[in-house]
């Protein structure tokens, strides 16, 4: 059989959680059998194209649509018509534009895939989600989720969604003693430090401004506190300013983008992610994997708690103080087991990887009727 092609649409190919998810699956698929293209919008390279180049993808880029709108849908056309895809695999509903294109363009395997859950929107954004609903059930051949709940927010049910879970390699990210203390010596962090986390786009959605009030009040209790952050994003300057604004240079660090994530997760005691909404992040499995207790806000899906180490708390200045509280009252012992619980599972990309080629095997063979959830 020759090779599938397969084109992804991404606003970024940058290390966030969708891009991510993707490169953990495709890292493991044989690529003399199946081919990842992508299209992103904009002109900026994102950290993870390099990888995806190595391994003979194309990336389009192509201008925003707010940008130059005539131009935006000619390269969309173009690609699609000239591309000979069999499959477009589209992440995130507001992409669904794209699905009548790709009909009209002859692509016969039109996929979405639902990547969030428990989004906070306005009666406008709930409209605009209704008339992409709309297009997501006359035109996609396909509906994937990361989860249930994220079944459920986008497609109001469970049936005939495929799921693929935001797996990872697992052990991987497995606690390690001899990584937490090479990462703590390089940032002069002593043993008795309490280190909190957090690894995420610095955005409005992540809330990096509720750490900053969190850390305002816990180093009035704890002095020998430190919060590391690892990403990078639009909010950059705005987070420093607030750092300085509070006088929290010396226990606030922004590390910027890294590869070796895991070797940060094992330096941490706690991780926090006080996002606005959320879907299913692949980080909060990578810091399970890792043994890490979490605590994170309530727009986080319950579903996520596989290990039991996990708080969810609400946001907002009024709960700065449970965000403390649940902070000093943890105890970060005996990483090492609870990460192997994971091992296996759903979460397993080796496992993971295999199930979504063999799907896509599945539409090129066109045997509509070998669905299996």
């Known amino acids: 059989m020759r090779k599938i092609k397969v084109l992804h649409a991404f606003t970024t190919l940058d290390n966030g959680g969708v891009e991510s998810f993707i490169y953990n699956y495709y890292s493991l698929m044989p690529k003399e059998k199946i081919q990842f293209d992508f299209f992103v919008l904009g002109n900026q390279t994102g950290f993870l194209e390099k990888y995806f180049i190595q391994w003979g993808s194309r990336i389009f880029h192509v201008p925003r649509v707010v940008n130059n709108p005539i131009l935006h849908f000619i390269k969309i056309l173009h690609l699609l018509k000239l591309g000979e895809y069999d499959i477009i695999h589209l992440h995130g509903y507001k992409s669904a534009y794209l699905l009548p294109l790709a009909k009209f363009c002859g692509i016969n395997n039109r996929i979405i895939h639902s990547h969030m859950a428990n989004v906070e929107e306005t009666f406008w954004q709930k409209k605009l989600r209704k008339l992409y609903s709309f ?11 990361c989860g249930r709940e994220a079944a459920i927010w986008l497609y109001n049910k469970l049936d005939r969604i495929k799921l693929f879970h935001n797996a990872i390699n697992l052990q991987k990210f497995s606690f390690s003693s001899v990584s937490r203390q090479k990462i703590r010596n390089n940032l002069n962090i002593d043993d008795n430090t309490l280190v909190l986390g957090n690894v995420s786009r610095l955005s409005h959605q992540k809330n990096q401004q509720f750490l900053i009030k969190i850390m305002n009040s816990i180093i009035k209790v704890k002095k020998n506190t430190k919060l590391i952050h690892i990403g990078s994003g639009e909010d950059r300057k705005k987070v420093e300013e607030l750092i300085d604004e509070n006088g929290l240079g010396q226990y606030v660090e922004l590390l910027g983008v890294k590869e070796n994530i895991a070797d940060y997760l094992s330096a941490m005691d706690i991780f ?7 879907g299913l992040p692949v980080i909060l499995i990578e810091v399970q994997a890792n043994g890490l207790y979490s605590i994170v806000s309530q ?64 539409m090129m063979k066109g045997n509509i009727n070998a669905y299996k959830k």
């Open 135 to 145: 297009l997501i059930n006359k035109y996609s051949t396909d509906k994937f989720a």
């Open 272 to 278: 926090l992610l006080p996002s606005l909404y959320e």
């Open 299 to 362: 727009s986080v899906t319950s579903e996520m708690n596989e290990i039991g180490r996990m708080s969810f708390l609400p946001i907002g200045d009024n709960n700065i103080d449970k965000w403390v509280n649940s902070i000093l009252s943890q105890n970060n012992s005996n990483r090492n087991s609870i990460s192997n619980s994971m091992f296996g599972g759903k979460y397993d990309i080796e496992t993971q990887s295999k199930k979504l080629f063999q799907e896509y095997t599945r």
